[in-house]
């Protein structure tokens, strides 16, 4: 930047650097115009364009909440079923959990089958149990809120 005098203070005007030139002030390319804005905007413009295209084809990072199929239970790194979420691909005990997961759960929701029930441990030198979740509930988990290392679950 340039420093110009204006009003009894020195103020910054900005600089803009030209494809393949040294900086230019921008107050001479407004006044001037210069041989190679166009195609410095259509490059932009370009840029702009795809940046834009990209945003509106990402999916959400975020399931909606309590999202999940019938006959599995599913794991929540947020409150309320929400944030990245883990499902148990079978019954019977999982340890280690992804590392992602791995005292990380704050939600889980249970959707197996009548006698599928849903038990959290956390390693303290032996397996402490954390909570029993019971087939169709929705569980916030708060004292046990980013405890759990290992999930059981009855088949």
């Not at 992602?100 to 889980?108: A, E, F, G, P, R």
Request: glycine share 8%; charged share 15%; net charge neutral.
């Amino acid at each position: 930047m340039t420093a110009v005098e204006g009003r009894g203070r020195a103020c910054a005007a900005p600089l803009m650097l030209v494809p393949d030139q040294h900086p230019v002030e921008q107050r001479s390319i407004r006044q001037e115009g210069h041989p190679n804005m166009r195609r410095y905007s259509s490059i932009v413009l370009g840029l702009l364009m795809a940046a834009t295209s990209c945003v509106a084809s990402t999916p959400a990072q975020a399931a909606a909440s309590w999202e999940c199929d019938a006959t599995y239970s599913c794991f929540y790194t947020e409150r309320n079923g929400t944030g990245s979420r883990w499902v148990a691909p079978t019954g019977g005990c999982h340890h280690p959990l992804p590392s992602w997961l791995q005292d990380n759960i704050s939600s889980v929701r249970n959707r197996g089958h009548s006698t599928a029930y849903v038990h959290l441990y956390n390693w303290v030198g032996y397996w402490e149990h954390l909570i029993t979740i019971a087939p169709g509930e929705r569980v916030n988990l708060n004292a046990s809120d980013n405890k759990t290392d290992r999930i059981c679950i009855d088949s």
